[in-house]
């Protein structure tokens, strides 16, 4: 395995970093600088899986803080929403010390085995900060070699019989979400999110607001914004993402609806490499 990201160190944070929070029956977000990483248990065994990886550097917390939750058992693996820095940051480390496979869709796969690299962040989709310094963020791939499998067809997940997931593209193109249909929950990555992470001030106050993927990292909007409305007709009730608090119950769905019919004032930029 090759950890490109072991000295990445990356100097922005919230002010919900590192404080943990259950937001549905099985489901614990917990936030790392400016992304959140989920620790979703199952009803039917004693088992659990770790949604995404975190920031660089953020191995030790994260192992800590499923350890006060789960004691000393190990998740069954790692799932990726997708393969950009802050939500594989610390993947490599959780491989070596739980020593369990990572999930991930098929066409995600070479950003994660060091076959293929990401674009550079675009400064050109503005809306603030974060966008302008974006094209410092790392962009290359990790290689976790033969420690990553696809997700298997048909959308089931592992061991998880009610999960599912499904192929959410546009802000990359093997972007994934998760769904139980028990109780609506929804686990989105990076389709949408609740802040506005194009905003360095937002981000930090984490100023809760529906937003589409990440701008400056989003490489296909036509994709982008049909993964957002296949997302609104599974009707979730609550709706935990890669980056902001996570929105619940009616509130979700007037957003999210609003989201859908105004996709391209709220979350599509006016100009950039990949608008057109």
Known sequence: MSDTFKNTIVPVTSITSGIGKEIANNIFCFPVQIVNTYFVGSSHEESWFLVDAGMPKSADKIIEAAEKRYGSQKPAFIILTHGHFDHVGALVELIEHWKVPVYAHDLEIPYLTGKADYPKGDRKVNGGLISEVSPLFPNHSINVGENVHSLPEGGNVPRFPEWAWMHTPGHTKGHISLFRDEDRALIAGDAFVTVKQESLYKVFTQTQEISGPPKYFTTNWKAARASVQKLKEMNPRVAATGHG????????????????????????PSQGDFVH
Request: hydrophobic content about 40%; aromatic content about 8%; overall charge negative.
């Open 245 to 268: 608090i996570p929105m619940h119950g009616n509130f979700l769905s007037e957003e999210l609806e609003k989201l859908v019919n105004h996709f391209d004032e709220i979350a599509k």
